[in-house]
């Protein structure tokens, strides 16, 4: 009985040791939603969640503090050197594979509002950092429905064009904090790119993009520059995008756009963390995304057996 006591010990120690796995999330990859701190506000959701669940989480603010004393790129391999570095069992590499956005009215007797639904596409590879492979691939989807005046404007504010074909930004001039989006489509598929943005008269301050890839399927790559320089707002003036080949980091085309001196309030409302944020159908559609993700994440950080 005594030995069969310690046997029920050592197994009861080994499945407290799975679940106490250290799992560090990644920044997300954003595919071009045109939202403002994608990278990091979703991955704090994410984390919130995970806290929530009694995991123990590396956050993404620590890996990018990484990558910056390291002068690394934004890539998936920097994110798996940094969870290694940082002693992570388990790291998490989300994206934000899409956000679609439809018009919506909303009768009130005699009174119409306007407004706007969402659905959001997330998906996750749960990476294990010691075996240096793919241990899972989740994908889910979420909507959401926002309050009719924030959410109205946002859907004219978010432009749609930026994969009609060669190298392009959705505008040619932005409002100050006005989040830029801009796009390539790969005439030969797949490689990887990145953008640098800085002022048309200086190389700095600049703006490095995550590195994306391009595939057959999907041959048009998209980024969203939130108008920020780290913490700093760009001054009013005429800009310049570069776009690279990741591969040799050769130059292969160049986009100009101006910034005016007027201040896009309302950008400010797209910006995870921001009150006026927590309403619109874009975070209700990601946050409803999240939740119908985590469940099926939890037993696999937790090496729980599948059902």
Avoid at 259 to 276: M, N, S, Y
């Amino acid at each position: 009985m005594r030995a069969l006591g310690l046997l029920l010990a050592g197994v009861s120690f080994f499945v407290l040791g799975l679940a106490e796995k250290t799992v560090a999330v990644a920044p997300f990859l954003d595919r071009g939603s045109g939202l403002i701190g994608v990278d990091f506000g979703l991955a704090e959701m994410l984390e919130a969640k995970l806290r929530e669940a009694g995991i123990p989480v590396i956050p993404a603010r620590a890996l990018e503090s990484f990558r910056v004393g390291q002068n690394l790129p934004r890539t998936w391999a920097t994110w798996k050197l940094a969870a290694a570095s940082l002693g992570a069992d388990l790291l998490l590499l989300g994206t934000l594979e899409n956000l679609q956005t439809a018009q919506i009215s909303i009768a009130l007797g005699f009174l119409v509002l306007q407004g706007v639904s969402a659905q959001a596409e997330v998906s996750l590879v749960v990476w294990d950092v010691a075996r240096g492979e793919a241990v899972a691939t989740l994908r889910e989807k979420g909507t959401g429905q926002g309050q009719a005046t924030a959410s109205f404007r946002f859907f004219f504010a978010l432009p749609w064009d930026v994969c009609a074909g060669g190298f392009r930004t959705n505008k040619s001039a932005y409002l100050r904090g006005e989040p830029v989006l801009l796009g390539y489509v790969d005439p030969a598929p797949p490689r990887s790119f990145y953008v640098v943005i800085h002022p048309v008269a200086a190389a700095a301050p600049s703006w490095t993009s995550p590195v994306v890839s391009s595939s057959l399927a999907q041959p048009c790559v998209t980024w969203t520059w939130d108008g920020y320089f780290g913490n700093v707002l760009a001054d009013p003036g005429l800009y310049q995008a570069e776009l690279y080949d990741a591969s040799n980091n050769l130059l292969i085309a160049t986009r100009t756009f101006t910034i005016e001196d007027i201040f896009a309030g309302w950008a400010v409302e797209l910006r995870f963390g921001a009150p006026e944020f927590a309403g619109t159908a874009w975070y209700q559609a990601l946050a409803s995304a999240l939740d119908a993700l985590v469940p099926k994440l939890l037993p696999i950080l937790r090496n729980e057996p599948q059902g």
